[in-house]
Every structure is written in structure tokens, then in C-alpha cells.
């Protein structure tokens, strides 16, 4: 009875529900001119003299050094900041990272920062306290209105609000540039003790910066991108006044660790002291537009999508995939069959269920498992957690949207290969040729395999079977790995959850 209530009240609550003001006044605004001399330019002169290809990149698969990264060109920035998330957090992380924003606005750097609206939590009083810089501007991608219950607006507005800005770039004085799978928050950067999101990023510079901040600005000047005070409203001094005082020290005190240990980060000692060389390489910036989020799906506004099929066709012999999130439909199992009956081997990692953090895609993965394994796909499923040398456990989460291409291409970016990632959303990634970063990653991640990883295989009655040499023992399950009888309860309910959605 008290659903039906609950129903009946929402209900009676949606005709009050709103809308943001798309028409709201905002000035456009772009990248600095790629050839105004800043440090970090002369910095890219003078690698480019030394090396034969027009971009340098270096792989991030440790989340202290991706932070430390950001946190050195944040830095060194002199005239523009760029950063582009799905989503940021309050926390560590977040507060880290808004602060070294900050600070490079205190000496005069223009910083934009466009963040998707549904999933971040750096909440909007403390955006305002960073916006409220004139030297900052924050924009909001497809945001809900903050009048009302924001439940009920995203409910009433689904249409247009269950469309969603996937993109993560961040670019400096339009030179250097951060492409992956990353967001804001602690899990990204290992600083979550209890456990570790895998995830990878690269560090580009070159020419390929210029081409990420062209994406930026097509999407930072897009009449769904709000500025923070159209959907916030405006912020007088005393608010602010009283926005200082509730920033708590504890939050700060945290902030300031999680930057202490990331720039004493063993990358930051190498690249400081010249030793860590880039990798000299070419590459492609692959880019669904923003008009992807406001059209009927439709296969002409799946960019990233079709140029990586191609990609993908034009292969010869090893496809590695690594997603978090698969679910390949009864076209993708096709496709993944086609490629391995004309000859290419095809490795897949994905989560298992007990290290998957979204139940329902795992729910509708599993669909199509068996149809993946006798498609001659060679299926892995990362464990959900490993044995320390103490005996201890760690958890573990795959987040790294990747692909090792042949022995020469590598795709790293924000695109999932599931419905949502591929239909609905926006994404973006980097196809970068070089065959000498392409081996630095493809041997340890095939070692990892056999480390982390469960072999996913059909025993002689077609039954799923899990394979794993775990310390020093094989060990073969029969249901998913590692597993409570409540998750598995939990994916077979949820896989009422439409797939499209997922």
C-alpha cells in the first residue's frame, strides 16, 4: 500500500517538475593557439627535435601516477587548463584536483572544466566556491534542474537526460594532453585502500593535443553545456563566506596527502630527472560529436564506433580486448566470430560478477558468454580480489577501456563495449601506432592474465567452466568465481534490466 502511495505522490509531483534554461546567455570560448610560447611548448619543441614522430606518449597504468601527472602539468600550466569528466567526486581526489585548479587560476591560467551532470558528486556549493574565480568557468553537460526533486526531473526528462557525455580528456596550454579511462575520484587513483580499480590512461603531447582540445571546445561550446550558475544560480560573497567555512580540514588534510604521494611518485623522479623517455608515435583521435546525445540513435552518429570497426577489420592477426562493461549482442558475438574464422586470435578481459560494480551488465554479459567461448573467443574474467604477500586480500575492479591492435596499434580511451558506450552515450579514444609501446604492454598483460584472471571455457557438455592457477594451485569452478549466493540472487534478477540501457 505505501508503494502505491509513494507512486501516486510522484506521480501527482512530475507535472512540477523542470527543466534547465538551454537559452541561458554564455560567452564561446577555445583553445589557445597551439604556437603561443609557453613552457610546456618549449618543452614539446625540444622532445620533437630529439625524436622521429610527431607525438610522444607514455602509458598511466598506475592510478598514483596518473594523478601525479595531472597534478605536474596542472602545474606547469601558463595559459589554459582543459579538463573534460564524466564524473568528479568529493573527495580526496576531487578536493586534490579542484585545488591545483584553483591555484593555477591564482596565477593567471584560464581554466574550463566541462563535467556530465548525473553521476558527479563535487557538489554544486563547491563548484561554486571554484567557479566563483574569475579566472574559472565550469560548465555543466546536459545538467538536471535543480528546482524541485531531481529524481523526479531526470524521471520527467529521461529522454533527453538518459543521454550522456562519457568523454575524458585533459588538456594543458594546448600541448600536453591526458587520454584514458579515468574520472575524479579516489578509486581511480589508488587511493582507496580497500581496494584497486585497474584502469590506464596515456599521456600524449604533439600535435594530438591540438586535436583533443578541438573535441573539448566542440563540446564546451555546445547548447547543452551550462554554465554552472544557470543551473546553480548565481553565488553572492556571503554565501561564498559560508561555502569557506563548511569546507571541513579533514578534507583538506586528505587533499593534501593524496598530492604529497602522488608527486613524490617514483614516474615523477624519472620524468623530472629526463630518464623516463615518451614513446615517439602517430596517432588518430576517434570522437562521437555531441549532436550524438540530442538525435535519434542511429548508426551515422556512432563515430568512435564505426572508424574503430574499421580499424579493427584492417587487422591481420591479434585482437586484446579489455572492457569493463561487455555485452556484445548477438552482432557483436558475429563480428567477434568473423574475425577469429578469418584468422585473427581474439582475446577478451572483462569482469567476472563478484568484481564487477554494475550487477545488471554483468547480468546481460552472461548472455552471451557460451556464444563468445564457441565463437573461438579466448574469454577471461578478472578475479574480483587477489591474495597480498601478507595473506591479506586485495579487491579488484577492471576499469581500463583498451585494445592492443596486432603488434602495432593501441586504442585507449572512455569507450565501453556495451550498449550504452556504443548507442547512447558520447565517447572518445586515442589509436596510437607504435609497435615499441605496444610490446612495454602486451607481455605483462598477458602474464596478468594468469595472475588475476579467471580463463572462462565449456567443459564437454557445454557446461562454463573457470580456470585459474591461483599461488600454487589450479583451481577450476563451476559457477562464478568468488561469488555470494547474494550477488548471484542479484544478477539473476536484475537481468530484467532492458539491455539497451546497460
Known amino acids: ?186 578509486e581511480y587513483f589508488d587511493l582507496r585502500p580497500e581496494g584497486e580499480f585497474l584502469d590506464f590512461d596515456v599521456l600524449a603531447i604533439g600535435s594530438i593535443a591540438s586535436e583533443v582540445s578541438g573535441q573539448f571546445d566542440v563540446f564546451w561550446n555546445h547548447h547543452r553545456s551550462l554554465p554552472l550558475e544557470a543551473v546553480y544560480g548565481k553565488t553572492s560573497e556571503a554565501q561564498l563566506e559560508r561555502l569557506r567555512a563548511w569546507v571541513g580540514t579533514d578534507k583538506i588534510d586528505a587533499a593534501k596527502r593524496a598530492y604529497d604521494a602522488a608527486i613524490r611518485s617514483s614516474l615523477m623522479r624519472s620524468f623530472d630527472d629526463a630518464s623516463h623517455p615518451l614513446y615517439s608515435a602517430t596517432a588518430t583521435l576517434m570522437t562521437d560529436r555531441p549532436d550524438k546525445l ?27 580486448v579489455i572492457s569493463p562493461y561487455f555485452v556484445p549482442g548477438d552482432v557483436g558475438v558475429a563480428f567477434w566470430r568473423r574475425l577469429v574464422e578469418e584468422g585473427r586470435r581474439v582475446i577478451v578481459l572483462t569482469n567476472s560478477l563478484a568484481a564487477n560494480n554494475h550487477t545488471a551488465v554483468h547480468s546481460a554479459y552472461r548472455r552471451y558468454r557460451k556464444d563468445l567461448v564457441r565463437a573461438g573467443v579466448e574469454l577471461y574474467e578478472i578475479r574480483a580480489y587477489v591474495e597480498g604477500s601478507g595473506g591479506e586480500r586485495k579487491a579488484l575492479t577492471l576499469h581500463t577501456k583498451s585494445m592492443i591492435i596486432d603488434s602495432n596499434k593501441l586504442f585507449v580511451g572512455s569507450l565501453n563495449l556495451d550498449p550504452r558506450s556504443i548507442e547512447i552515450n558520447s565517447e572518445m579514444g586515442l589509436v596510437i601506432g607504435s609497435e615499441e609501446l605496444v610490446a612495454r604492454l602486451r607481455e605483462p598483460l598477458l602474464v596478468g592474465l594468469q595472475e588475476f584472471a579467471y580463463r572462462v571455457t565449456l567443459d564437454e557438455k557445454g557446461r562454463t567452466r573457470w580456470s585459474a592457477r591461483i599461488g600454487d594451485e589450479d583451481v577450476v569452478e563451476t559457477s562464478e568465481p568468488q561469488a555470494s549466493n547474494w550477488l548471484l540472487f542479484s544478477a539473476w534478477f536484475q537481468a530484467i534490466a532492458p539491455e539497451r540501457m546497460l
Open 1 to 186: 500500500m505505501r508503494r502505491i502511495q509513494a507512486l501516486v505522490v510522484a506521480l501527482a509531483l512530475l507535472p512540477a517538475c523542470s527543466t534547465p534554461n538551454f537559452d541561458h546567455p554564455r560567452e564561446p570560448s577555445f583553445a589557445l593557439d597551439p604556437s603561443v610560447d609557453t613552457q610546456t611548448k618549449r618543452g614539446v619543441d625540444a622532445w620533437r627535435a630529439k625524436n622521429p614522430g610527431p607525438c610522444g606518449f607514455y602509458p598511466l597504468t598506475d592510478g598514483t601516477d596518473a594523478l601525479a601527472v595531472r597534478l605536474r602539468l596542472i602545474e606547469a600550466a601558463e595559459r589554459t587548463i582543459d579538463a573534460q569528466y564524466f564524473l568528479m567526486k568529493s573527495d580526496s581526489a576531487g578536493y586534490v584536483f579542484a585545488g591545483a585548479l584553483h591555484a593555477a587560476a591564482e596565477r593567471g591560467v584560464r581554466v574550463r572544466l566541462l563535467l556530465d551532470d548525473i553521476f558527479t558528486t563535487f557538489g554544486d556549493h563547491e563548484m561554486a566556491l571554484l567557479d566563483a574565480h574569475p579566472n574559472v568557468e565550469i560548465r555543466l553537460f546536459n545538467p538536471i534542474s535543480r528546482r524541485g526533486v531531481g529524481v523526479l526531473n531526470f524521471v520527467h526528462d529521461f529522454r533527453r537526460a538518459n543521454r550522456r557525455m562519457h568523454n575524458k580528456s585533459f588538456i594543458v596550454d594546448n600541448q600536453a594532453a591526458v587520454v584514458g579511462g579515468r574520472n575524479i575520484a579516489d
Open 294 to 320: 540530442v538525435n535519434d540513435i542511429a548508426a551515422e552518429h556512432m563515430v568512435l564506433v564505426g572508424e574503430l570497426t574499421e580499424v579493427l577489420e584492417e587487422s591481420t592477426s591479434e585482437i586484446i
